[in-house]
């Protein structure tokens, strides 16, 4: 059953929906594209991304980024939204006694998680078209992580991308673009396929 939480962020409140599979099981954290271009917890891909992990009866916790919807605060290029990051997985911690998480985000969501890395214990990470070439990225770390790339994607470039992530999985899809219209089924596939280790 989903419920509307509050995670106290460093520039405010962030408004978050939690769905639980199991008491303390495993939760994915849901990071959604670039607020100033209409990014929210409510985006299609997080959707699918949600969906996918009810099916592995993983839990989920999207949040809206400072300044979006209900949140409080400002947007803030990219820097304080790592520290929402931050906030959203000490919170599932913290509040929910939750230790295996998996960090999902797409878009300006991947780049977000990709740099709150470092600065935090995870299972798992999945990225969706992380535009690493057009924003300040940290390395990769060296836990299991899924890419998910467009090959068309006009934004984030595959090859250079995939390049990047040497050593991650990396899937790309065929005639899609940044937008991933119609990639549902294959999306939620490859994340299954990541899920249980396949």
């Given amino acids: 059953m989903m419920e509307l939480v509050t995670i106290e962020g460093k520039a405010g409140s962030l408004e978050a929906h939690l769905e639980l599979q199991v008491q303390n099981s495993c939760c994915a954290v849901l990071c959604h594209p670039h ?9 299609q891909v997080l959707t699918v991304l949600a969906q996918s992990m009810s099916s592995a009866l993983v839990g989920t916790l999207a949040f809206n980024f400072r300044g979006v919807g209900a949140s409080e605060g400002c947007h803030d290029n990219g820097v304080g939204e790592v520290d929402d990051v931050v ?16 960090l999902c985000g797409y878009s300006f969501g ?7 890395l470092p600065r935090l214990e995870v ?26 790339l467009g090959e068309e994607d006009e934004i984030v470039d595959s090859e250079s991308t995939a390049a990047f992530f040497s050593s991650a999985e990396v899937h790309t899809i065929g ?8 990639a549902a089924g294959e999306i939620q596939a490859r994340v299954a396929g990541f899920m249980n280790g396949a």
């Fill in 87 to 102: 906030s959203a997985v000490e919170w599932l911690q913290r509040e929910k006694g939750i230790t295996s998480i998996v």
């Fill in 175 to 182: 005639a899609v673009d940044h937008f991933f219209v119609g």
């Fill in 123 to 148: 299972e798992k990470a999945i990225l969706v078209a992380p535009p690493v070439g057009r924003m300040s990225a940290c390395k990769p770390e060296k836990i299991p992580m899924l890419v998910i």
């Fill in 110 to 116: 991947a780049l977000m998680v990709l740099n709150a």
């Fill in 35 to 43: 607020p100033l271009y209409g990014g929210s917890m409510h985006d």
